[in-house]
């Protein structure tokens, strides 16, 4: 048996990169402070790791937040919500 078979989120989940809140703030582009208030409040859930007082984010679980926060593509709509011209309408 392998040590990762127990891991939660399988073989690839527990060779996800460990990162720390300042690499984690930065690779999502906000500040390390909002992380921490998404935390606390839990307007997003976002896994992390605590070790200790220490806070560790996986990569493949920043990778699936910002997945799951992709933004799909419409049509472009006016300031008064009304459809531009020539879009077929």
């Known amino acids: ?3 990762h078979d127990n891991f939660p989120g399988g073989e ?3 060779h996800s990169e460990l990162l720390t809140r300042r690499q984690a ?5 906000v500040a390390e ?7 606390c409040s839990g307007r997003y ?14 990569k493949c679980d920043l990778d699936d937040f910002i997945n799951k926060h992709l ?3 419409e049509q ?3 300031a008064f919500g009304n ?6 309408r």
């Open 1 to 3: 048996m392998k040590s």
């Open 12 to 14: 690839g989940a527990a």
């Open 25 to 29: 703030a930065a690779y999502l582009g």
């Open 33 to 39: 402070q909002t992380l921490a208030v998404w935390k």
């Open 45 to 58: 859930l976002l896994a992390c790791i605590k070790i200790g007082r220490l806070v560790r984010y996986r």
């Open 71 to 73: 933004q799909g593509t």
């Open 76 to 78: 472009p709509r006016s």
């Open 83 to 88: 459809v531009f011209p020539g879009d077929g």
